[in-house]
Nanobody
Framework: QVQLVESGGGLVQPGGSLRLSCAAS????????MAWYRQAPGKQRELVAA???????NYADSVKGRFTISRDDAKNTVHLQMNSLNPDDTAVYYC???????????????WGQGTQVTVSS
């Protein structure tokens, strides 16, 4: 059993910052990749940022230069530092982890519960 717990969402003014966290726990042998997605009202869910084993990050063009994804492998945790936020960043943010369970060889995907980020004056 694997659990993903997200935290850090909230209401912030344009230009402000938030830091999201996602902690994975359970029978985890290794984590292949961790990522953040977001879904705004009436929009498709989109990839925001991802980081693979070894620390190679990827970002959506809309957030590049403003957001930073990082991981703490010792704690099975991924963070998303969001700076210079604007109203277009308003969405529910979801953590996704691709991992291998103990005594398994097949990768398994897990999603967090989502955390609301609202950017408004």
């Amino acid at each position: 059993q694997v659990q993903l717990v997200e935290s850090g969402g909230g209401l912030v003014q344009p230009g402000g910052s938030l830091r999201l966290s996602c902690a994975a726990s359970g029978s985890i042998a290794s984590i292949t990749s961790m990522a953040w997605y977001r879904q705004a009202p009436g929009k498709q869910r989109e990839l925001v940022a991802a980081i693979t084993t070894g620390g190679s990050p990827n970002y959506a063009d809309s957030v590049k230069g403003r957001f930073t994804i990082s991981r703490d492998d010792a704690k099975n945790t991924v963070h998303l530092q969001m700076n210079s936020l604007n109203p277009d960043d308003t969405a529910v943010y979801y953590c996704k982890v691709l991992l291998i369970l103990i005594r398994w060889t097949t990768q398994t995907q897990y999603w967090g519960q989502g955390t609301q980020v609202t950017v408004s004056s």
